[in-house]
């Protein structure tokens, strides 16, 4: 039986609907750590996840890699989006972007 790890991808997402607790946003880039048993499997349960919270995911920017703690040394809102992972089986954080604007980071947090 496969071990569960966890997973972090990166995706470029749109917006399905206005979000406006989340501000205005054309697109986003959206970093996601999940607990899977493989790769595709997490790559399963992050597009499911997206499209729920409202978003469709456009263009995988960087697939399903295994991830550690120890890879978020120095990191501190990353490795705290890692254990959130850990502890609830998912995390997600999103950077939205609109024409003329700066990013501006979205930070999700749901249960």
């Known amino acids: 039986m496969a071990e569960i790890k966890i997973y972090l991808l990166t995706c470029e997402a749109i917006p399905l609907r206005p979000r406006p607790h989340l501000g205005l946003f054309d697109y986003g880039l959206a970093k996601v ?13 992050a597009v499911t996840y997206l499209v729920e919270f409202g978003l469709t995911p456009r263009s995988l920017e960087k697939p399903p890699m295994e991830t550690t703690a120890a890879d978020y040394s120095g ?34 947090t749901l249960h």
Do not use: C, I, T
């Open 33 to 45: 750590w999940v607990q899977a048993k493989g790769p595709d499997e997490a790559l399963l349960f």
């Open 75 to 108: 990191q501190m809102a990353d490795l705290a989006r890692f254990r959130k992972a850990e502890n609830s089986g998912v995390a997600l954080h999103l950077d939205g972007y609109s024409p003329g604007l700066r990013p501006f980071p979205v930070n999700v």
